[in-house]
């Protein structure tokens, strides 16, 4: 579940910005470029950011 989370908001991160990219007028294949780039720091992003804190995963359910 945590690792669809994290792909699909790199995936949506991604297209973000290959959008925003095409619509300043940028070509095609540089969208492609800055978009793929903007989808592998996300995923790094976004792993950190849903991770769960440590203290939860030491403790046993009572």
Same mark, same amino acid.
């Given at each position: 579940?945590?690792?669809?989370? $994290? %792909?699909?908001?790199a995936v949506l991160t991604?297209?973000?910005? &290959?959008?925003?990219? @095409? +619509?300043?007028?940028?070509? !095609?294949?540089?969208? $492609? %470029?800055?978009?793929?780039?903007?989808?592998g720091v996300a995923v &790094?992003?976004?792993? @950190? +950011?849903?991770?769960?804190? !440590?203290?939860?995963?030491?403790?046993?359910?009572?």
């Amino acid at each position: 579940m945590r690792s669809a989370l $994290v %792909l699909l908001l790199a995936v949506l991160t991604g297209i973000g910005a &290959g959008v925003l990219l @095409r +619509l300043a007028g940028s070509q !095609a294949a540089e969208c $492609v %470029l800055y978009g793929a780039g903007a989808f592998g720091v996300a995923v &790094g992003f976004f792993d @950190r +950011l849903v991770a769960v804190p !440590a203290e939860e995963l030491s403790e046993t359910p009572s």
